[in-house]
């Protein structure tokens, strides 16, 4: 076991995990942290006593003695940063969607493989544990062979209003659907092989922000499973919690439920207000960062520091972008899209 010295690129809202992931690590040494937004990048490395500050991204990838690094950028600015990242030999978790086209996730792919270099995307449902219990009982047969899949992951419009600058530039499909895509393919452990997706835009496209409020999709398994997705960025922010997460999975003989909306495990109520605290993505506890959103990063130090292979590589991160670009194209043209099965490396 070697310990890591890491950087983060993208220290925005989610990045902060990875730096607080890398700090608390016996495994890791955050040794850098960089943001086009210097104000930030500055704030943040001051706060968690990085000691190298970096604007520039190639600068980071620069320094010889960076091990890793995590790129937490907006998800249509992932591609560059990675392929530059393995071109510097540094091993990579980078935040879902892995890339927005498909000759982006060719490049990375290919990239990978030559390099030698760990490579991980951030589908940390899999670490989520009701997820990781139902893909238990599914290896195990306890409830039969998986026929049917509902999966609804919805945010408060908090999300593309307030928290994401960026949320015109992106899709709640490319936000949300990609986490609940590959959380589905893992369950199935089968590929979708076509989709007919509908969407709506009008909420969001009345404040200014050009991208649609919902997606309601179907999806079909190359082994005959269906799975419904709801995906939407529009709920009202009176709900108790910023996700709306429950799905349902439907076997020959039996049936799994879950719900990830995390408003229903701890409930507070003062004088003043009602609130629904984080216990279940990335709360404290006793002063370490935990949580599913946590533990994914953490695995992947644990991959980079005992030489071990991360469970979500680059086939898994392009084969869900692969089956949103079909539900962008199903949703634009009204009709069903086969999924473009990747070409073997
Ligand atoms: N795993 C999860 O559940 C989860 C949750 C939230 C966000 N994310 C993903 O993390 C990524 C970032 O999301 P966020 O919510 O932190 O967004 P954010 O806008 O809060 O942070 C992004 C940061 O990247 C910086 N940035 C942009 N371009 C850059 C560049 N070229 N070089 C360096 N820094 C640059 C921005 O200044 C900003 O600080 C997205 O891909 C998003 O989908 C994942």
Not at 122 to 132: E, I, L
Request: aromatic residues 8%.
């Amino acid at each position: 076991m070697n310990v890591q010295k890491v950087g983060v690129i993208g220290v925005g809202g989610w990045g902060e995990n990875h730096i607080k992931t890398y700090v608390d690590s016996p495994l890791t040494e955050l040794v850098a942290v960089c943001d086009v937004n210097s104000e930030r990048a500055d704030r943040i490395a001051a706060e968690y006593r990085v000691p190298n500050v970096f604007p520039d991204y190639r600068d980071l990838l620069a320094m010889p003695d960076v091990d890793a690094v995590s790129i937490v950028t907006p998800d249509f600015m992932h591609a560059e940063i990675t392929l530059a990242a393995l071109a510097a030999g540094k091993h990579v978790l980078l935040e879902k969607p892995m890339a927005t086209s498909i000759e982006e996730c060719v490049s990375i792919r290919e990239a990978v493989a030559a390099s030698g270099c760990m490579f991980m995307v951030d589908f940390h449902n899999r670490w989520n544990p009701p997820f990781a219990k139902a893909k238990k009982a599914i290896e195990d047969g306890e409830i039969g062979r998986l026929l049917y899949a509902y999966y609804r992951l919805q945010d408060t419009i908090f999300v593309p209003t307030k928290m994401l600058s960026w949320a015109g530039q992106s899709t709640v499909n490319w936000f949300l659907a990609s986490h609940c895509l590959d959380t589905l393919m893992w369950l199935f452990d089968d590929v979708i092989e076509t989709v007919y997706t509908v969407s709506r835009s009008e909420v969001l496209k009345s404040k200014g922000i050009d991208t649609p409020d919902f997606y309601a999709s179907v999806v079909q398994f190359r082994n005959g499973g269906v799975a419904t997705l709801e995906n939407g960025w529009v709920l009202p922010n009176t709900a108790p919690n910023i996700i709306d997460f429950k799905t349902e999975m439907i076997g020959t003989d039996g049936v799994l439920y879950t719900d990830g909306s995390h408003h229903r495990i701890l409930q507070k109520y003062t004088q003043d207000n009602a609130s629904y605290p984080d216990v279940l993505v990335s709360p404290t506890v006793h002063g370490k960062p935990t949580g599913f959103g946590i533990e994914s990063i953490r695995a992947f130090a644990e991959c980079i520091a005992c030489d071990r292979q991360p469970m979500v590589g680059a086939e898994e991160g392009e084969r869900v972008t692969r089956v949103i670009l079909a539900m962008e194209e199903s949703a634009r043209t009204g009709a069903e899209v086969e999924v473009l099965i990747p070409r073997p490396s």
